[in-house]
């Protein structure tokens, strides 16, 4: 059940850009617990912000009125000078005052080396989160990116929305 918040968004964007939008409500969501502790896990960090290295990678579509449901493969050891926001439907602010809203990476190296978290994945994916049809990111982009995480081992993934 939407609540008229949420009711009230859905009739906005149904006006503004898709008269088809409905709020996917999922009824059941899958629970998996971790195989092992957190100290000796592999945790991968994922964000919905929409970064892009800007020096190689193009960046999303987020002047499309359906948004973009790819995503970007982002090492962490990219500078965060590298890095630039391709989403346009959020407030960038504390973002561009601190990356770490998106990808906290040097908290999770902190976390690794106190022996919290067993070991910070290479690679963080980035998703633009504005995705009024979302049946592409459901159906294709985001099972590519859970089945890589799972083919190199990662037991939990970060997940940072904007």
Request: aromatic share 10%; glycine share 4%; proline share 7%.
């Amino acid at each position: 059940m939407l609540s008229a918040q949420m009711e009230a968004v859905q009739a906005s964007v149904q006006r503004r850009w898709d008269p088809h939008f409905a709020w996917i409500i999922n009824e059941d969501t899958p629970w998996a617990p971790l195989a092992r502790p957190l100290a000796q896990s592999t945790v991968a960090l994922v964000t919905t912000c929409g970064l892009y290295r800007a020096d190689t990678q193009l960046p999303f579509a987020a002047w499309h009125d359906l948004g973009d449901a790819s995503f970007r493969e982002i090492h962490i050891d990219t500078s965060p000078g590298r890095l630039w926001i391709a989403h346009t439907h959020y407030n960038h602010q504390h973002l561009a005052a601190d990356l770490a809203v998106a990808l906290p990476i040097a908290h999770f190296a902190r976390l690794v080396a106190e022996g919290v978290v067993g070991r910070l994945h290479p690679w963080t994916y980035s998703f633009m989160g504005y995705l009024p049809q979302p049946r592409q990111l459901i159906h294709e982009t985001a099972p590519i990116v859970a089945r890589r995480l799972k083919a190199e081992a990662v037991d939990a993934v970060f997940l940072t929305p904007c």
